[in-house]
């Protein structure tokens, strides 16, 4: 056995574990055991599972990526120093102090990046196991968790005469056409929801200094990027993986949603609308940082437009 497949061993268990409980559970309750939307929804109890267990992860991924924008200020401040120094001294001191702002903030640059990175190797262990249906089927063994008869009722079943295993480039049997165009949408779907998720982030919950920063000059590039790239790698993914992504991205979609509307970040266009909805129902604005409805003393007097300075008027002098 290679290194990756001993690595993805215990992720293909309980991937497959769980998508038997829910097929299990689903046939109890009087779904027909081999069809293809019995296990079309198990693999969306899967992301269920998978995606309730990283509610943590994803509340500590948004308060890493505040303390990556309340910090923002600072990084400039400290890039502005060293700006134009390139001997290693500098460029050392720099960083340990780049360090100690992050610490301060209790944030990191790759925070963004922990829930998927986390939900990766799950990812790969049900590639494998449906990529590893037809093959098992072939040899009337069993895969991960998965029974012989197990095996074989998912490789039988289809949703619209195509099979979950199959895919765009590889085949996997049932009609070519319906299985082009399941997964083309498929691939659609998944590439839209993860672009539209990052850009209702930049749009509206992101502080202007945020969006002036060389991280988020990164994220915008990724912003296009990374669509693309899953999306060219969708024809190589099983249907059923095509789901799981979907439905996934679906979830960010609307956690993300969710997290704009009720916990916005400071100073950004979110913050900004939930204060007037306050506002409108008569309650006090909040302070997005702490969460908590704010003193009178403390709202901020708002900001006269500049316009026209006026003439203070003479008074009328009395006439002798």
Sequence with gaps: ????????????????????????????????????????????????????????????????????????????????????????????????????????????????????????????????????????????????????????????????????????????????????ILTIFMIVAMTASQFITQKQIMAKNMSETAMQSPFMRQQKILLYILPLVFGIGGINFPIGVLIYWTVSNLWTMGQQFYVIRRMPAPGSPAAKALNERRAARGLAPIDVTTGKAMKAEDIPAPIEPKGQRQQPQRKNRRKK
């Excluded at 890039?79 to 780049?98: N, V």
């Design 1 to 180: 056995m290679d290194p990756l497949s001993a690595v993805l061993l215990p992720f293909e268990w309980l991937v497959s574990a769980v998508m038997v409980a829910f097929h299990e559970a689903l046939s109890f309750l009087g779904l027909p055991p081999g069809s293809g939307w019995t296990w079309t929804f198990s693999i969306i109890g899967l992301v269920i599972v998978i995606r309730a267990a990283l509610i943590p992860v994803f509340v500590k991924q948004i308060k890493a990526q505040r303390g990556m924008q309340l910090l923002q200020p600072d990084l400039q401040k400290l890039q502005a120093k060293y700006k134009g120094k390139t001997d290693q001294l500098s460029r050392q001191a720099m960083a340990q102090e780049q360090m100690a702002l992050y610490k301060k903030h209790g944030t990191n640059p790759f925070s963004a990046c922990l829930p998927m990175l986390i939900q990766m190797p799950f990812f790969f262990g049900l590639f494998r196991v449906l990529s590893g249906i037809s093959g098992a089927a072939a040899n009337n063994s069993g895969i991960g968790a998965m029974t012989t008869d197990q095996v074989n009722q998912f490789h039988n079943s289809s949703i619209i005469s195509a099979p979950l295993s199959a895919s765009l480039l590889h085949g996997g049997g049932g009609n070519p056409v319906v299985v082009a």
